[in-house]
Every structure is written in C-alpha cells, then in structure tokens.
C-alpha cells in the first residue's frame, strides 16, 4: 500500500484500452487506497464490457435517443423483480406470462424494430394458430377422431373417406361436418389448442414434451402437405414474419413429399418448386418491396441410417442442381438424443459436395459429455456455417474458441430451449456468456408456431431481458439485427443489398421511437 505503487497503478489504467493481462497485474499484491482501488474497478468494468456483443457499435445522436426510450422501457421491466424476483417475467414459463409480455412498451418497440433474418426456423412450425386455422376451412378436408370424441388424430385432404388408420383407432369424418356437429367455434378452439404446447409448462422431460412436440408436426402433416396448403402455409408465414419485422427468411425443411385430390405423383422437387413459385408471388406484392427473401436448408429427419443418408444426399443433390439460388445448405434435424449423433454420418456427410454448405443443429441438450453434446465437435469439424442452438457450447472450450476464430455464428433460440426443457429461467441461459463475450450469436425462434410466440418479437423480447446484461442496450440489439444478414447465406453482393434494405427500415424506426417521445424532455446527445 506505497505511495508509489499506487501512482504506477493509476497511471496504467488510464490507458484506455487494456487487455485481460493487464487487468491481471492492476490488482497487485497489497491493498490498494480507496481511490486507487475506485480506478482500478472503473477500468476493469470498462474492460469488461468492452467485450460484450455489440460494444463495438458507435450509435448515432438519433440512435442515442431511442436508445434513451428503449431502456427506460426495459429498466421498467426489471422494477416488477426488485419487488418480487418471482414476478421478473423471463423467470416464468413462457405460457404464464406471454399476455403480459405482449402489453409490455418494451416488447411493443421491440416487435417495431427492423430484426432483420430469422436464420433458424423449421418448415411446419412458422405459422400463428390463427393462419393454421383458416387454412383447415379448405374443402375436402377430413379428421380422424375417436368414437364420439372431439379429438384429431389425425388430418387429410380426399374426395371420399380416406382408408381406416390402424395404429390410431380413429374414424374419419369431413372436418365440416364435424363444425356443424360441435359449432365451429368449439371445434377451432380445441384445434387451436391441439396445434400448440399449451396449456402445459411442466412435462415430465424432455422426452415428454417432444412426445407431444411430434404429435403436433404429425397432425399437421396431413393438413400442410395438401400441395394447394403448402404454398399457401409458406406465403402466410412470409407474410407474419414480414409483420413482424423480419426481412430475410432462412428455413429448415424435411421436404415432404407432397399430395393431391388427383392422386398426382410428387417429388421432393416439387416441393422446393412450390417453396420457390410461392416467394416469387410474395416478392412481387408491391406491398413487400422492402422484403428481401428467403432460402431453404434441406434438413431431413437425423433419425435415420446410411442407406437413410444416401438418399438425402441424392435429394440434395437434386435440389442443388435445380435451384441452386434458393438451397442455402443441408443439415439433420428431429431430438437430437433419440436420433443418431454426426459421427455416424462422417464418412457419407465428407462426401457432400464443397458447394455445399452445412448448417447443423448440434448441442441442444445439457446432458454434458454425451453424444449429443459431441455433435458440436462433429459439426465444426465437418465445416458448418452456423451452429443450430449450440446450448451445450459453454462446456467445450476448444469448440468455443474455434466459433470465433473461423466466426461460425451461434444460432440461439431461447423460448424453443425454455418449452423443450433446456431451461426453465432465461438468466441461466448459456447464451449470457456469448453476449458477455462476444460470440457472434444470432437470435432466432426456430417453431415459434407451438408457443403462441411471435416470428421473433418474443425471443428478442427474452433475450434481450433475460439473457442479456442490465446495461445491454440498443447496440445489442442493433448487432443482432446485423448478425442476422451477416451469417446468412447470402453472397457479399447480396448482403449488401440486403443491408441497404434493413438500413431504410431501421432509420424509419429510429424515427419513430424518437416521435413517441414527443413532449417528453429532449436532450441534446451529440
Ligand atoms: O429444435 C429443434 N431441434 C431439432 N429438430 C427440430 C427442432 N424443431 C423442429 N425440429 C424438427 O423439424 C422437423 C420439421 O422441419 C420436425 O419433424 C422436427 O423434428
Ligand atoms: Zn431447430
């Protein structure tokens, strides 16, 4: 506690950039004085910091403002767990408290704010309940129920009573008759329900509430696959997302093979064509000039086996050659602990073509150490591009540190990992480390359908609050936005277009943060 010693200190940390070793040497082998130790503290927090995603952004006097109205909108958020830590509403599930998340002024901004790309998002999971339902007013659609039973084992679309379902003890009735039976509102409400997770928060486990995640993609399958729905489903979903600010979409999907009244014979390609027929309608509405685009990643079901793999390689193939500007890559989706790990799949998955980008989900458990959690090593040895969830990506510190040497960005999707039962309190959530730290992560929703969640308003909403740091402000978010197009499969040409679009949009934003403030006081920033 020297004189001296103290006066080397304070000069050091007035060097305004310095590196984790020096922090080390500020903290000395004695007691510093008040002051110095204040110094010190005020540096090491600035260091901190100064690695947190987003950090690096400069904010403009406009932006500076908003940022004022969005974090009194957020510090608001935070009064109701100071009074009641239960009451801080990313420690709920996610079902008890998207009502009131929806009337918050911070979700309010934050569905307004241009997000740019969901990168992670499956197929028969994008659509609101609402959208799902109108299209089950189609003609000719039939259910399979239990006897006497408002129930739905099952959906389908035929001229004539489809062929009994053994495994399902159920007997088909034409979906519109059944509306005149119970009322059509009895009968939309229990769908509504029967389409999503809801009401339920507390599956046994993972397995429970993936029981149940599977029965829901299964019942829509016959409803979705109708090659009429299946333009019409992606359309509506383009639309919400567009809504919902989101200009760029980048979809898993399985590729059904499609039907129709007429018994026509479809391929995987047709499936891709429709997907491709239908974006070029969306982009034509002159109502969606400022809409970007979308591209698929084929990514059948992993639970398979070489043969299984061999043929998903052939359809990839296939769609590559075909429509080489819509495909973004290949990946293997489905519970990753029922299904069989990468590594099984090495030698054939080698074998992809190097045109071919991968995009794999890997690490979505927390079950440290098992083959699940290896996939991580697996997918980044194979040369993915992004790393789907990646929730067990804290406890393997190479693979972290490779994410960021080679930027393969981090595809987080917290309310997915809430419902699936990763974890029940977002403040846990792995993903405070990759903010904390930089890690070039991308927010994403992944089957917003089954949650009753916006396209990607709700998960912005809990990372934002839950996830990220207190002081985390409008450059999180604005990084995350960027993020988003950044590690997008989008070529550098098309990047930057797309930037130019996102850009028009969140100056439109800015302004209106700004204009909502009106009558409150005005600072002058700059
Ligand atoms: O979070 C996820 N992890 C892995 N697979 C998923 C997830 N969400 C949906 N699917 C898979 O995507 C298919 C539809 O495209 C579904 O069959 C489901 O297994
Ligand atoms: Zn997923």
Known sequence: RTRPKDLTITKFVSISSIGSSHVESLLGNSRPSPDTYKTVRNAFFNYEESRALGYDLELSSRELK???????????E???GEIAPYLF???????????????????????????????????????????IIELTYYDNLWICQQAGDLSAAA??????????LTESNCDWSLL????????ADKVDDYLAERLTLYPTTDFQDINAA????????????????????????????????????VQYLEFRSTLPTLYDLEGTEFTPLDTVRIYVETLEKFKNNPANKEFIGSRMIYAPLRNTNAEGVARYIETLKQVKAKYPEFLAGFDLVGQEDAGRPLRDFVDQL?????????????????????????????????GTKRIGHGFGLVKHPVVLDMVKKLNVAIEVNPVSNQVLKLVSDFRNHPCSQFFADGYPVVISSDDPSFWKATPLSHDYYIAFLGIASQHADLRLLKKLA?????????????????????????????????????????????
Not at 367 to 382: C, H, P, R
């Open 66 to 76: 908003a940022n004022e109205t969005i974090m009194k909108a957020k510090l608001t």
């Open 78 to 80: 935070y009064k109701e």
């Open 89 to 131: 509403k990313p420690s709920q599930h996610i079902f008890n408290v998207l009502a009131a998340i929806n009337k918050t002024e911070l979700f309010q901004l934050l569905q307004r704010m241009p997000k740019g790309a969901v990168l992670h998002a499956h197929d028969t999971a994008l659509c609101s309940t609402k959208s």
């Open 155 to 164: 959906l389908r679309f035929a001229k004539e009573k489809p062929d009994a």
């Open 176 to 183: 519109s008759e059944v509306r005149e039976n119970y009322g």
């Open 210 to 245: 993936w029981s149940r995640f599977m029965q829901i993609f299964q019942l829509l399958d016959g409803l979705l696959m109708y090659a009429p729905v299946w333009g019409d489903y992606y359309y509506k979903a383009l639309q919400e997302f567009y809504a919902d600010g």
């Open 350 to 382: 080698l074998e992809v073509p190097e045109d071919i980008d991968f995009y794999f989900h890997a690490g979505e458990t927390n079950w440290y150490g098992s083959t699940v959690d290896e996939n991580l090593i697996d997918a980044l040895l194979l």
């Open 482 to 526: 960027l993020n988003s197009i950044q590690y997008s499969s989008l070529s550098a040409d098309q990047k930057f277009e797309a930037l130019a679009k996102w850009q028009a949009k969140w100056d439109q934003f800015i302004d209106f943060v700004n204009d909502e403030t009106n009558g409150a006081p005005t600072q002058q920033l700059d």
